[in-house]
């Protein structure tokens, strides 16, 4: 089983849909993340989960909401998205936050396209 | 603030070339760790190195090297004989010290290599 996966690899959706976006991590982790990864730009890190507690939230637009139900389970809950939404969305995963050492592995994230 | 910069957009080489991939941070943090990644097509990043800021000696790793600079804030990294297996984008991060947050990657925008046959 590899490290961090991701379902679906690709999603289309439209601007009235709700769609969750999942991350499994296998690795025996304490901390998950979600970033965004929009063209030309810097990977955005949108949440952070430590012990299934959030513990960032970068000024993430409402629309996006996350849920952590354990430690090796991470989702993004998607409703009324906008088209500028549309992007590559990374999972990832570490030892634990705020480890000096920590460094965090990625999943093969997840395509959206909103219509 | 953190601040990573890659200013090669984007790099073609032939098979076999050499090929360095530079990188410029910019923090106020006397602790720090600076990290690459790999993102082939299929999307996942992948770990490569992580390098703390006390700790100054290349490295190297098969066809892998990486130049840490404290002195102009770089931290570069090299292909030696290029294959087309390496073409990817490649992301130079900065992850600051002991204070809250400090566990955020800040990236740069990568830098998209194409290893030609």
């Known amino acids: 089983e590899t490290g961090v996966t991701q379902t679906p690899r690709h999603l289309v959706m439209g601007m009235t849909n709700k769609k969750s976006l999942k991350c499994e991590q296998h690795l025996g982790h304490n901390a998950m993340y979600w970033y965004k990864q929009s063209a030309k730009k810097p990977l955005e890190l949108m949440f952070v989960?430590?012990?299934?507690?959030?513990?960032e939230n970068n000024s993430v637009p409402s629309r996006f909401s996350p849920e952590c139900p354990n430690s090796s389970h991470l989702f993004l809950h998607l409703h009324t998205l906008q088209p500028e939404d549309s992007a590559l969305y990374l999972c990832?995963?570490?030892?634990?936050?705020?480890?000096?050492?920590?460094?965090?592995?990625f999943g093969p994230g997840t395509r959206l396209t909103v219509l | 603030a953190q601040k990573v910069t890659q200013a090669q957009t984007e790099i073609s080489v032939v098979e076999k070339e050499d090929v360095t991939l530079d990188c410029v941070y910019e923090t106020r943090d006397t602790t720090y760790y600076l990290f690459w990644y790999k993102q082939p097509p299929s999307g996942e990043l992948v770990f490569l190195i992580r390098r703390n800021s006390f700790d100054e000696q290349n490295e190297i790793s098969g066809r892998y090297s990486w130049n840490f600079q404290k002195s102009t804030s770089s931290f570069n990294f090299t292909i030696t004989a290029s294959q087309v297996v390496d073409s990817a984008v490649y992301f130079c991060?900065?992850?600051?010290?002991?204070?809250?947050?400090?566990?955020?990657?800040?990236f740069g925008t990568g830098t998209r290599l194409t290893v030609i046959p």
């Open positions: 989960y430590s012990l299934e507690e959030r513990v």
């Open positions: 991060a900065l992850r600051g010290g002991l204070k809250a947050g400090a566990n955020n990657l800040f």
């Open positions: 990832a995963s570490s030892q634990e936050w705020g480890l000096i050492t920590d460094t965090q592995y």
